[in-house]
């Protein structure tokens, strides 16, 4: 039997059977006596991000988070009964059919419940389109939605059955970096660095991306076509930019190609006013790896400190993650902290409320119901923007050096006014 027979076998077990009356009977007897009738039953919960590769930043606060909210995790009320929830971790490697693999080994071989993904389209589409295979309840993020939707050939009326997303969109992010760049003192000449890559195609689609909207706004904008992940020279796009007279530069990167880009620019003379990267100047790492260059460059953000949500599993603020964190780890926050931390909320909230966790579908319901608020904000699927998809707020800013130290510091809130600014853009 090939894997595709094993895939088409788990998903007559769990998904046409259970939808059968026979199955419905059956199926969940079976399972009731083995599980809900244990003293502490538990729920098995599939978690699958990057902690290798170069997407290994995203996946950098994982242990934290995990141990902390494991005492939270370890007794959940359903139903009058207490619920155990058991998170096994696996490492997509940054490959997206990597992490293919690993989420159908979490449905097949350790049948969990429920599966959670983060860190770009590259870890959230690949076990999301296994979840949905499967019929296994499914929540991710960390992906602005555009390419989680359409990348996995979405129709906005009709959605997914299994598979849910929460984080923001690519409209939220040029909203953002427009607001970023409104400086009478820059020319509106923007350069797009954008890759052949799921979130690059994304970044430069002519219609759902960066292209009309900044015509639009009135911005220029020299997009030299789409360069190969992990390339090693970028003077073709740096002599386009120079030609251009660009004085913004932006896109989506992954660390190590911003760096040989910022490396290269430098040597032949590229000097723009504004640089805003998305993906790549989300980590301190990063910014310190580059040394005086990195102070100034600048960036979404997701998530902060300064955030004004605080989380419904554990109480804490936004300030005293990232405190705790800091302190733990002695290395600096980073934006992935929080929605990491939001994706074990949601799933603690959809035990809480499933009308019967021996039940795909009934999970899927509790999912499709959620209405809480989180660290990273509020999560709500009866929202839209499409279905299977809800908005997290996004604001930007820029790397400063604060104390000698680089700190990423709010600079624009226009998309979010409820995230509050820390200073002003200084121009490079």
């Known amino acids: 039997m090939g894997s595709n027979d094993t895939i088409g076998t788990k998903r007559i077990t769990r998904r046409t059977i259970l939808k059968s ?130 990348g996995r050939n979405g129709v906005p009326d009709k959605g997914f059955e299994s598979t849910y997303h929460f984080f923001w969109g690519l409209e939220d992010v040029i909203g953002a970096f427009l607001s970023l760049w409104d400086n009478p003192n820059v020319a509106k000449k923007v350069g797009g660095l954008f890759p052949n890559d799921a979130d690059g195609n994304a970044w430069g689609d002519p219609d759902r991306g960066f292209p009309k909207p900044l015509k639009e706004a009135g911005y220029a904008l020299t997009d030299p076509g789409r360069y190969q992940p992990m390339s090693d020279d970028f003077s073709a796009q740096i002599s386009a930019f120079k030609a251009a007279g660009v004085e913004i530069v932006t896109g989506n990167m992954i660390p190590p190609d911003f760096a040989t880009f910022w490396s290269q620019a430098g040597q032949q003379g590229l000097k723009p006013k504004i640089v805003t990267i998305g993906k790549a100047l989300l980590f301190p790492s990063v910014i310190a790896s580059l040394g005086e260059r990195g102070i100034g460059l600048s960036s979404e953000i997701w998530w902060s400190p300064n955030h004004p949500f605080s989380s419904s599993l554990t109480g804490e603020s936004s300030k005293d993650l990232a405190e705790g964190f800091v302190k733990a780890t002695n290395r600096p926050w980073t934006q992935p902290i929080g929605f990491k931390h939001a994706l074990f909320e949601v799933v603690a909230d959809v035990v809480k409320r499933s009308a019967d966790l021996e039940d795909p579908a009934a999970i899927i319901d509790a999912i499709k119901t959620t209405n809480l608020k989180t660290i990273v904000g509020p999560v709500d699927w009866s929202k839209g923007p499409v279905k299977n998809v809800t908005k997290t707020p996004l604001v930007a800013g820029q790397w400063q050096n604060v104390n000698g130290k680089a700190e990423l510091v709010i600079t624009t809130n226009k998309t979010a006014p409820e995230i509050p600014v820390g200073g002003v853009l200084k121009l490079l």
């Open 21 to 150: 009356g026979l199955g419905l009977i059956a199926a969940p007897a079976i399972l009731r006596f083995t599980r809900a009738y244990a003293d502490t039953p538990t729920i098995k919960v599939g978690h699958v991000s990057p902690v290798t590769g170069p997407l290994a930043g995203f996946a950098e606060a994982n242990d934290y988070i995990l141990e902390g909210i494991k005492k939270s995790l370890s007794s959940i009320n359903n139903n009058g009964k207490s619920w155990a929830i058991e998170v096994i971790s696996k490492d997509s490697q940054s490959n997206p059919n990597r992490a293919a693999e690993v989420a159908a080994d979490l449905i097949l071989k350790d049948e969990v419940d429920i599966i959670v993904a983060a860190s770009t389209p590259d870890t959230v589409n690949p076990v999301s389109d296994q979840a949905e295979a499967n019929g296994t309840p499914c929540i991710t993020t960390d992906c602005p939605w555009q390419p989680y939707f359409f």
